[in-house]
């Protein structure tokens, strides 16, 4: 069925930049929306980001002005760039289309 893998995730420093991947397959992937949520231990996943079939963009607060997500329809892929990363941004990071998830990478902000 549909996989998405997500890559790009890492170590980076405070003030740092990071930008996630996560590429579909299995499923026309142009006429709908993606996002992008956030998870910590013990905490609930947070919707970080989203983008629609047609472009449009919403963002957290929390990231608002330093994430930017985007789309390439051709390739299938959903990216996050993480600008002016913050330790708080520490978390694993999946990537959901329709109802599937991804495996998760994880970004670890850290001095």
């Known amino acids: 069925q549909v996989q998405l893998v997500e890559s790009g995730g890492g170590l980076v420093q405070p003030g740092g930049s990071l930008r996630l991947s996560c590429a579909a397959s299995?499923?026309?992937?142009?006429?709908?929306?993606v996002a992008w949520y956030r998870q910590t231990p013990g905490k609930q996943r947070e919707l970080v980001a989203s983008?629609?079939?047609?472009?449009?963009?919403n963002y957290a607060a929390s990231v608002k002005g330093r994430f930017t997500i985007s789309r390439d329809n051709a390739k299938n892929t959903v990216y996050l760039q993480m600008d002016s990363l913050k330790p708080e941004d520490t978390a694993v990071y999946y990537c959901?289309?329709?109802?599937?998830w991804g495996q998760g990478t994880q970004v670890t902000v850290s001095s």
């Open positions: 983008i629609s079939s047609g472009g449009s963009t």
């Open positions: 959901k289309f329709r109802w599937y």
């Open positions: 299995g499923s026309i992937f142009s006429i709908y929306g």
